[in-house]
């Protein structure tokens, strides 16, 4: 499905907003697409500034030149960054962005955009960095940011840019729509909590990292019953294998999946993930403070982007 039509179908308030900004010529200077994880904003926020840049139509054609070359990276008048998974400093920032505010654009378009995924984990320098640019912005020189947290984003950041937010998209739309084109699995329901977004689900039913790192929970977890045992595989298995930020990220986030159907299975809620029962019930009979159990998770995912040592890390979450 095109981006365009995934956008009315799921989210039409958005789109509706941009559709009508750029047919105006009337784009806002700065703009904060907030929703859940998985909601492909990234996504989104790529395709704007390439409706932004586009020779052809209102929302971005995806095959003109500019389209093309804004896709490989090579368009002089886009920037993009993952401060997630980047972890950007403030040169970083104000080198790059104050070089594209202060030149003149090297594009015919005259147009220059600049997105931040996740713009919650900049740290506090280079938050008060990007605000500089916020306040004065440039004729013609726009921002798209992205998060899954606004509250950890900075009040005077908030008030300068235009917030939308992204709907959830009810899961059983997309198990109904995986069972009529005969792709529903254990994976398809497990990749259903980590996506808001029917076709990256799709595509990463044969994402070899999705299928290692999920190999990985799933022994971890039936191995629950004996410390000892579960220890070993941490340190044996789990840390050599998890040797990117992208793995890393996506353990936290599987495992906190199961923890967070364990806790809805133990206040008698009605668990998503039905072909993993089993599972749930190793971590039901063998975590005995399941809330400060998630509560350790959710905060030690939060410190991967502190650059502090992985190991060390994995070991104080799994072995606790």
Same mark, same amino acid.
């Given at each position: 499905m095109k981006v365009s039509d995934k956008l009315k179908k799921y989210q039409p308030n958005a789109y509706n907003l941009f559709f009508n900004a750029l047919k105006n010529n009337k784009f806002f200077h700065g703009y904060l697409l907030v929703g859940k994880k998985g909601s492909s904003l990234g996504t989104y926020a790529k395709y704007l500034a390439k409706s932004l840049l586009? +020779?052809?139509?209102?929302?971005?054609?995806?095959?003109?030149?500019?389209c093309n070359r804004?896709?490989?990276?090579?368009?002089g008048d886009f920037l993009s960054f993952d401060a997630r998974l980047d972890s950007i400093k403030i040169d970083d920032i104000r080198l790059k962005i104050e070089d594209l505010f202060s030149r003149s654009a090297s594009e015919k378009?005259?147009?220059?955009?600049?997105?931040? +995924?996740?713009?919650?984990?900049?740290?506090?320098?280079?938050?008060?960095?990007?605000?500089?640019?916020?306040? +004065?912005?440039?004729?013609?020189?726009?921002?798209?940011?992205?998060?899954?947290?606004?509250?950890?984003?900075?009040?005077?950041?908030?008030?300068?840019?235009?917030?939308?937010?992204?709907?959830?998209?009810?899961? +059983?739309?997309?198990? !109904?729509?995986? !069972?009529?084109?005969n792709i529903l699995t254990e994976d398809f329901y497990l990749l259903s909590t980590l996506y808001n977004d029917y076709d990256e689900i799709v595509v990463n039913l044969s994402n070899e990292t999705f299928e290692l790192v999920k190999n990985l929970v799933i022994e971890y977890i039936k191995r629950l019953s004996n410390k000892k045992t579960a220890r070993f595989f941490v340190e044996k298995d789990i840390i050599p294998s998890l040797n990117s930020k992208e793995k890393v990220y996506l353990f936290y986030d599987l495992l906190i999946s199961f923890?967070?159907?364990?806790? !809805?299975?133990?206040?008698?809620?009605?668990?998503?993930?039905?072909?993993?029962?089993?599972?749930?019930?190793?971590?039901?009979?063998?975590?005995?403070?399941?809330?400060?159990?998630?509560?350790?998770?959710?905060?030690?995912?939060?410190?991967?982007?502190?650059?502090?040592?992985?190991?060390?890390?994995?070991?104080?979450?799994?072995?606790?």
């Open positions: 586009c +020779e052809k139509d209102i929302f971005a054609c995806d095959s003109c030149n500019t804004v896709n490989e990276g090579i368009y378009r005259g147009i220059k955009v600049y997105i931040i +995924e996740n713009i919650e984990y900049l740290s506090l320098q280079g938050t008060n960095a990007l605000l500089k640019f916020l306040e +004065e912005p440039p004729e013609n020189t726009y921002a798209i940011f992205t998060s899954e947290n606004e509250n950890k984003i900075l009040p005077t950041i908030l008030s300068r840019v235009e917030i939308i937010r992204f709907k959830d998209v009810d899961k +059983e739309i997309f198990i !109904k729509k995986a !069972k009529d084109e923890y967070n159907e364990a806790f !809805k299975r133990k206040v008698d809620k009605e668990i998503f993930l039905k072909p993993f029962l089993g599972l749930i019930e190793i971590i039901l009979k063998n975590t005995s403070d399941l809330s400060n159990t998630i509560k350790i998770i959710l905060e030690d995912e939060n410190l991967i982007s502190k650059n502090i040592n992985i190991q060390l890390l994995l070991l104080h979450s799994l072995t606790s």
